[in-house]
């Protein structure tokens, strides 16, 4: 049986992964002939990384989700205090970059190394958070949860509105900065130019 909240955290973890990959090619890239442009739409990503995944998804899955998976399958527990230690890391990092980005605006050039590492270890963190998510607990939930778990966390996840999984419009108070990475940034997270 499939259920909502699966279908939202797996929509959820490719938007952001689009974002990430999105992200370093941009980094990778670099500044062309617009770099007002180009800081902007790399500080609008780190922003939605921050603001989304970090705030409303994980707080769903260590609060709601992952206490009910580890009650009922001891197997993943490991994975759980994993998962959980790396969200509560993630907004730490994500607002590190987000210093290392400025320093690489405002002082130049000498910074982008230090962007770039961190950038390039964040990614890939990040990335293997999904995986041991979407390949050990997740199929652990779908084994063990009763229906009764499942409603409430199916009722929590359909609340999540992430525009950039494409199934909602984003809230209003949000429409500038999809705006802004949708136009901007270039493909495949957007539809802008390479900056």
């Known amino acids: 049986m499939s259920h909502e909240s699966l279908r939202v955290i797996r929509e959820e973890h490719a938007a952001l992964a689009a974002m990430l990959r999105s992200l370093m090619m941009m980094v ?15 500080r609008a990503m ?12 994980h707080t769903k899955e260590s609060e709601l989700m992952f206490p009910k998976i580890g009650s009922t399958s001891p197997d993943v527990r490991a994975a759980i205090e994993r ?21 690489w605006e405002m002082i130049g050039d000498s910074r982008r190394a230090a962007f770039e ?5 964040y990614i890939k963190f990040y990335l293997e958070h999904m995986r041991l998510e979407e390949e050990v607990v997740l199929p652990a939930a779908e084994q063990n949860l009763s229906e009764e778990a499942w409603a409430e966390v199916d009722s929590a996840f359909a609340e999540n509105r992430d525009p950039l999984t494409g199934r909602f419009p984003p809230d209003p108070a949000y429409e500038r900065l999809f705006s802004q990475i949708l ?8 539809v802008g130019e390479d900056v």
Do not use: N, W
């Open 117 to 121: 590492g961190a950038c390039r270890r």
């Open 183 to 190: 136009r901007k940034a270039p493909a495949p997270i957007g």
């Open 46 to 57: 780190l922003f939605y990384v921050d603001e989304f995944p970090e705030r409303h998804h």
């Open 83 to 103: 998962l959980d230690r790396e969200h509560a890391r993630g907004e730490q990092l994500v607002r590190e970059l987000q210093h290392l980005l400025t320093a």
């Open 28 to 42: 990778e890239r670099g500044p062309k002939r617009d770099t007002v442009t180009y800081f902007s739409v790399l």
